[in-house]
């Protein structure tokens, strides 16, 4: 047992310009806890001063702890890293740039012990203060996710969160080389409720999540979550099956018309008909590759909260029902 009872986890890129206003905001709202606590500042490979000024501020403030990586791994990476070194019962993760707030985290820690939560989502009540185009953006992507993965993604939702102990266990023994903890968490299936906020504007710098990352991530979270992608072979080559058979039909009117000349008609329908064979036949080696890629992902098919049936269950545990809070 390491005594620490509340990780605070805080990927950071090239953030020297927010690294005195997030330790200002951060450290008196964890300080009034008045539980042990750590924070567990991820350096994804930073440019600038940003570790040195974590180091700096590491003499003053015992529980800041600074991790840095070797190189630029990704804001997922990077928080991965933090998850698997973090030791507190419960374990928050938070970006640096106090778009959301470290307020927030009391009530998410309180909600947790109150009502029996292993997982506690920050979900934004007010987005205004970012872009018309990055809100536009954020909402196509929940809505795509849900509609490809299931609604159990809580909507704006983002990498602002609490994780019980158990949870981060679970986390880290997932053999997953792209973690996209937005829909990894959820896909778990614990108790979770959520804690709203206001989304604010960024203290300092610039953004790290540009058009291109923010692709990327909608291409990870539809990649690793969903065999969609290697299904539209076989959709394409279903929807081309039947637009060759009306062609066919055509080819051949206008054969018994006369109006085309010897040969067209043959050729036409052959090439129609290999055509779709390809297609249909490239659809089922995607079906066949989307199994062995689930396959090969490793993920369980399940996780057993309680067993009455186990030699010695321990103290009983009734399964937790999810609040209705988390299900919107």
Same mark, same amino acid.
């Given at each position: 047992?390491?005594?620490?009872?509340?990780?605070?986890?805080?990927?950071?890129?090239?953030?020297?310009?927010?690294?005195?206003?997030?330790?200002?905001?951060?450290?008196?709202?964890?300080?009034?806890?008045?539980?042990?606590?750590?924070?567990?500042?991820?350096?994804?490979?930073?440019?600038?001063?940003?570790?040195?000024?974590?180091?700096?501020?590491?003499?003053?403030?015992?529980?800041?702890?600074?991790?840095?990586?070797?190189?630029?791994?990704?804001?997922?990476?990077?928080?991965?890293?933090?998850?698997?070194?973090?030791?507190?019962?419960?374990?928050?993760?938070?970006?640096?740039?106090?778009?959301?707030?470290?307020?927030?985290?009391?009530?998410?820690? !309180?909600?947790?012990?109150?009502?029996?939560?292993?997982?506690?989502?920050?979900?934004?009540?007010?987005?205004?203060?970012?872009?018309?185009?990055?809100?536009?953006?954020? +909402?196509?992507?929940?809505?795509?996710?849900?509609?490809?993965?299931?609604?159990?993604?809580?909507?704006?939702?983002?990498?602002?969160?609490?994780?019980?102990?158990?949870?981060?266990?679970?986390?880290?023994?997932?053999?997953?080389?792209?973690?996209?903890?937005?829909?990894?968490?959820?896909?778990?299936?614990?108790?979770? +409720?959520?804690?709203?906020?206001?989304?604010?504007?960024?203290?300092?710098?610039?953004?790290?999540?540009?058009?291109?990352?923010?692709?990327?991530?909608?291409?990870?979270?539809?990649?690793?979550?969903?065999?969609?992608?290697?299904?539209?072979?076989?959709?394409?080559?279903?929807?081309?099956?039947?637009?060759?058979?009306?062609?066919?039909?055509?080819?051949?009117?206008?054969? !018994?018309?006369?109006?085309?000349?010897?040969?067209?008609?043959?050729?036409?329908?052959?090439?129609?008909?290999?055509?779709?064979?390809?297609?249909?036949?490239?659809?089922?080696? +995607?079906?066949?590759?989307?199994?062995?890629y689930r396959t090969v992902q490793n993920r369980p098919?399940?996780?057993?909260?309680?067993?009455?049936?186990?030699?010695?269950?321990?103290?009983?545990?009734?399964?937790?029902?999810?609040?209705?809070?988390?299900?919107?």
């Amino acid at each position: 047992m390491t005594g620490v009872v509340l990780s605070v986890v805080v990927p950071m890129f090239n953030e020297e310009a927010v690294v005195p206003a997030l330790v200002a905001r951060l450290r008196p709202v964890l300080d009034g806890l008045a539980v042990a606590y750590e924070v567990v500042a991820v350096d994804d490979g930073s440019g600038d001063r940003t570790a040195a000024l974590l180091f700096e501020q590491g003499r003053t403030w015992p529980e800041l702890r600074l991790l840095r990586l070797r190189r630029n791994s990704g804001h997922q990476a990077a928080l991965t890293a933090g998850l698997h070194r973090a030791r507190g019962d419960w374990v928050v993760s938070i970006d640096a740039d106090l778009q959301d707030p470290p307020e927030a985290i009391a009530p998410m820690l !309180a909600a947790a012990r109150e009502r029996g939560l292993d997982v506690v989502y920050g979900v934004r009540s007010d987005r205004s203060s970012d872009s018309l185009f990055k809100r536009s953006t954020a +909402g196509a992507y929940y809505r795509l996710m849900r509609r490809l993965i299931g609604g159990d993604v809580p909507a704006q939702a983002g990498d602002f969160r609490l994780l019980s102990r158990e949870v981060v266990e679970v986390l880290k023994v997932l053999p997953e080389r792209t973690p996209v903890y937005r829909l990894l968490v959820p896909s778990l299936g614990f108790a979770s +409720g959520s804690v709203s906020y206001v989304r604010e504007k960024r203290a300092a710098g610039e953004t790290k999540y540009p058009l291109r990352k923010m692709a990327g991530l909608a291409w990870d979270s539809a990649a690793d979550f969903s065999a969609a992608p290697l299904r539209l072979a076989t959709w394409l080559g279903a929807l081309a099956f039947l637009a060759c058979l009306g062609l066919m039909v055509f080819g051949l009117v206008v054969w !018994a018309n006369g109006t085309v000349i010897p040969g067209w008609t043959s050729l036409f329908l052959a090439v129609l008909l290999l055509a779709a064979v390809q297609l249909i036949c490239l659809g089922l080696l +995607g079906e066949y590759v989307a199994r062995i890629y689930r396959t090969v992902q490793n993920r369980p098919a399940f996780h057993i909260g309680f067993d009455s049936l186990a030699p010695d269950p321990g103290p009983v545990d009734i399964p937790r029902q999810r609040p209705a809070a988390a299900a919107r």
